[in-house]
């Protein structure tokens, strides 16, 4: 099987635009979770999606939102970008069939930088 | 809120030294445990997991782990390392059957030949 693809892998942008990243889940996944990772901060928990719904959420502000679609496709979107948003953001997806200790399959990440 | 603590930032070995990298996590209630390893270059990978049953496991490249659950601890083990082995290590925890997974800060394991 594939594994957890991310467009775009790099994206520079400027303070003030929005931005939209995209994950293709692993064939067959059904959850799709979102972290940021930055130097400072370290890996946290954006949100999840689970049959097109946000199942769970982080403490990131409003700006920061998502979606998923039919095909377990997800999109988050960051609007009025700030130079702090600067990050690696990683999708992971899990079969989420309820079973105990669910793995987490991560992709290869987008890398934003915000000018 | 949960929290996990990983004790070492960087850690320097020699090949064929033993290495062993500390978990501590902050949460009542049942937890799995993770640790996912990301070498140079390279996606977040699953190195092992404990969910239930026997505290000692075991995973890839020869890693393993022990749940201590009286200690809130999650050690990672490798009676010796590689080369191959540089990378950095983040030890993460969630409840049963969220998929929120809190990591922990990581550790940068250096293995010098």
Known sequence: ?115 | AQSVSQHNHHVILSEAASLELGCNYSYGGTVNLFWYVQYPGQHLQLLLKYFSGDPLVKGIKGFEAEFIKSKFSFNLRKPSVQWSDTAEYFCAVTNTGFQKLVFGTGTRLLVSP
């Open chain 1, 1 to 115: 099987k594939a594994g957890v693809t991310q467009t775009p892998r790099y994206l520079i942008k400027t303070r003030g635009q929005q931005v939209t990243l995209s994950c293709s889940p692993i064939s067959g996944h059904r959850s799709v979770s979102w972290y940021q990772q930055t130097p400072g901060q370290g890996l946290q928990f954006l949100f999840e999606y689970f049959s097109e719904t946000q199942r769970n959420k982080g403490n990131f502000p409003g700006r920061f939102s998502g979606r998923q679609f039919s095909n377990s496709r997800s999109e988050m979107n960051v609007s009025t970008l700030e130079l702090g948003d600067s990050a690696l953001y990683l999708c992971a997806s899990s079969e989420a069939s309820g079973t105990v200790g669910e793995t987490q399959y991560f992709g290869p990440g987008t890398r934003l930088l915000v000018l």
